[in-house]
């Protein structure tokens, strides 16, 4: 019943990013240059040395299905250039030459990304058990990565500027509470700079402190659409529905590594 359920959840995501598996009327081309290539070695390398062969992959394969979840939202969104690349030592980051047309957009590509990983991970804690009896090593790995997958993405959805959290949370300040959206989002900045301290992530302090700046600068879109405050309420349950699942699924993890 779980693996159907989750199954369910698997063909679900698939019509929810429909219009993302295409660009335009061609299907999404898989191409990588040179650069490309040897930059998505190096993350894979740089993981697997740094947290080990399991731990590195399970890595790998949520950062590839988390980015591939904004990539797929941008273009369902009509952004038919929007691709990924791997980056050591960062994870990964989702690129498009246009901006979002609205902040509905832009909340449904940033929220995207971890929700796509709603459904693999969902199959994954289910399967684990099964594939453990079978093959110990296909259970303990997919156990690792439902585990890892949740603890990033419920991370990566905390609002602290500029993960995607942050950016949610920002487009929900900007339509429900417009008079604070700057003062919240740079609280957020410095909220993520004081937690890379606390926990002497000092890669992650140097990413807080460059993208700092960018919380002091106004939004801009494509289209001036601001989102409805109907609209906003839904893309907030959404959020926090997204985030508890995560939070759920990788529970373990974080109350082992804090």
């Known amino acids: 019943m779980e693996i159907a359920a989750a199954l369910g959840i698997c063909v679900v995501t698939y019509f929810i990013?429909?219009?993302g598996w295409t660009a335009g009327n061609r299907a999404m081309a898989f191409e990588?240059?040179?650069d490309a290539l040897v930059m998505g070695a190096l993350a894979v390398?740089?993981?697997?040395?740094?947290?080990?062969?399991?731990?590195?992959?399970?890595?790998i394969v949520t950062v590839i299905i988390h980015e591939f979840g904004h990539v797929a939202a941008y273009r369902v969104a009509g952004h038919d250039d929007a691709r990924f690349r791997l980056v050591p030592l960062m994870g990964g980051v989702a690129i498009s030459n246009r901006l979002p047309d609205s902040p509905l957009k832009d909340f449904y590509i940033s929220l995207l990304g971890p929700a796509i990983c709603i459904a693999p991970t969902l199959l994954a804690l289910f399967i684990s058990p099964y594939a453990y009896q079978i093959y110990?090593?296909?259970g303990y790995f997919l156990w690792v990565f439902a585990s890892f997958s949740g603890a990033l993405n419920f991370f990566n959805l905390l609002p602290l500027w500029p993960l995607d959290g942050g950016r949610c949370t920002r487009i929900l300040?900007?339509?429900?509470?417009?008079k604070y959206a700057n003062a919240i989002t740079i609280?957020?900045?410095i909220a993520l700079a004081a937690l890379a301290l606390y926990l002497r992530a000092y890669l992650l302090l140097g990413f807080a402190l460059i993208a700092l700046p960018s919380a002091l600068q106004p939004v801009h879109y494509a289209v001036v659409r601001p989102m409805r405050k109907s609209h906003a309420l839904i893309a907030l349950a959404a959020y926090l529905v997204?985030?508890?699942f995560f939070l759920f699924a990788g529970f373990s993890f974080l109350a082992n590594w804090l």
Request: hydrophobic content about 60%.
């Open 17 to 19: 990013l429909r219009g």
């Open 32 to 34: 990588a240059s040179p």
């Open 45 to 59: 390398a740089g993981a697997v040395y740094f947290i080990g062969a399991y731990a590195g992959a399970a890595l």
């Open 136 to 138: 110990p090593p296909a």
């Open 173 to 178: 300040a900007l339509a429900l509470a417009p």
């Open 187 to 189: 609280t957020m900045g």
């Open 242 to 244: 997204t985030a508890a």
